[in-house]
C-alpha cells in the first residue's frame, strides 16, 4: 500500500486505484510487491494494463521518482521516435540507391535537422524531466548524431569542402575527408553496442533494433574506409542502407504499439519484455 498522501508518478492515463479497497498503486516505488502492483494497477476505463505496458511506454526499466510528474505530463517516448524514423528512413532508401538516390542524402539534410535532432532533443529533455535516464541519453545522443550529420553536409559548414578549396563539387568524394569521417561512424557503432546491451532489461524489439543500427555503422564506416583508399565498395553501402532499413522497420512497430498503448486502443501488440528475465541488481538483492 501506498504511503500517505503519496501520488502515483505513472502516465495519468495508466494510474489508478484497486476497485474494491480503493488502494493507490504505483509502478516506480518499492511500497509493494512489483508483480503484484503492475497486475492490479486500472486504467481510467477500468481495463487491466499488462507487465509488459511499462516498458512499451517508456522504453526504460522501472525506475523510482520522488514526485507524480508521470501523471501530470505526457510521454515523450513516441516524438522522439517518429524524428529518428522520418530521418533514418530516407537515408536507408538513400543509401540502397532506390530510384537513382545518392549523396548521402543531402537533399534530407532539413529533415536531419528538424525531424531527427529537433524532435530528438526535445524528447530527451522531457525524458530527463520525467526521470527516463536511459531514453534521455539514448535520444540526446541520436539528437546530437543527426545535428551533426547535418552540419557535415551543409556547405556553410566548409565540413568536407575543406580538404579540397579548389573543388568543392568533388570533395565529398576526398580520400583525406572518407577516412576522417569514418572514425565518427566507428564510434557510433560503439555507442550502439553499448545502447543494446543496455536494452536487455528492456524488451526485445529495442534491442534489435540496437543490434541493427551496430551492425549498420559498422558497415558505414567500412564504406568510408574504403572511399578513403580510393576503393569505394558499393556493397557496404547497400549493407549499411538494409541494416538501416530493417532499424526503421522495427521502428515503425514500435513507434505503433507506443500510440496503441497511449490511447489505450483494444490491441495488443508484442514487443517481448525481458524486464521479467533480466532482473536488476537491486530486485536481485531484495531477493537475496
Not at 3 to 24: F, I, L, M, T, W
Not at 253 to 281: E, H, M, T
Request: aromatic content about 14%; charged content about 10%; proline content about 5%.
Amino acid at each position: 500500500m501506498s504511503a500517505p498522501n503519496h501520488q502515483p508518478d505513472v502516465e495519468k492515463d495508466h494510474a489508478g486505484s484497486d476497485s474494491v479497497n480503493g488502494n493507490r498503486y504505483d509502478l516506480h516505488h518499492e511500497h509493494h510487491d512489483s508483480e503484484t502492483a503492475l497486475k492490479r494497477i486500472r486504467t481510467a476505463g477500468s481495463i487491466s494494463v499488462s507487465p509488459e505496458l511499462f516498458e512499451k511506454i517508456y522504453l526504460s526499466p522501472k525506475n523510482r521518482v520522488s514526485n507524480n510528474i508521470r501523471s501530470t505530463f505526457g510521454n515523450p517516448t513516441p516524438l522522439a521516435l517518429i524524428g529518428f524514423l522520418i530521418a533514418l528512413t530516407p537515408l536507408s532508401n538513400v543509401l540502397l540507391g532506390w530510384q537513382g538516390s545518392g549523396g548521402l542524402g543531402a537533399a534530407e539534410v532539413g529533415v536531419y535537422y528538424f525531424f531527427g535532432g529537433l524532435l530528438m532533443l526535445i524528447a530527451s529533455i522531457l525524458e530527463f524531466i520525467l526521470g527516463n535516464t536511459f531514453p534521455f541519453v539514448v535520444f540526446g545522443s541520436f539528437g546530437a548524431f543527426w545535428l551533426a550529420f547535418g552540419a557535415t553536409l551543409t556547405p556553410y559548414f566548409n565540413a568536407s569542402a575543406a580538404y579540397l578549396p579548389d573543388n568543392p563539387a568533388a570533395a565529398a568524394s576526398d580520400p583525406v575527408f572518407a577516412s576522417t569521417f569514418a572514425f565518427f561512424h566507428v564510434y557510433m557503432a560503439v555507442l550502439d553496442f553499448i545502447y543494446m546491451i543496455i536494452a536487455l532489461r528492456t524488451n526485445i524489439v529495442f534491442v534489435l533494433i540496437f543490434t541493427s543500427l551496430t551492425a549498420g555503422f559498422s558497415c558505414l564506416s567500412a564504406l568510408f574506409f574504403s572511399m578513403g583508399r580510393s576503393d569505394p565498395n558499393v556493397t557496404y553501402q547497400h549493407a549499411a542502407g538494409g541494416l538501416f532499413f530493417t532499424t526503421c522497420l522495427l521502428g515503425w512497430y514500435l513507434f505503433f504499439v507506443q500510440l496503441l498503448a497511449a490511447v489505450d486502443f483494444p490491441l495488443n501488440l508484442p514487443v517481448g519484455d525481458l524486464s521479467r528475465y533480466i532482473k536488476g541488481a537491486s530486485e536481485r538483492a531484495k531477493g537475496e
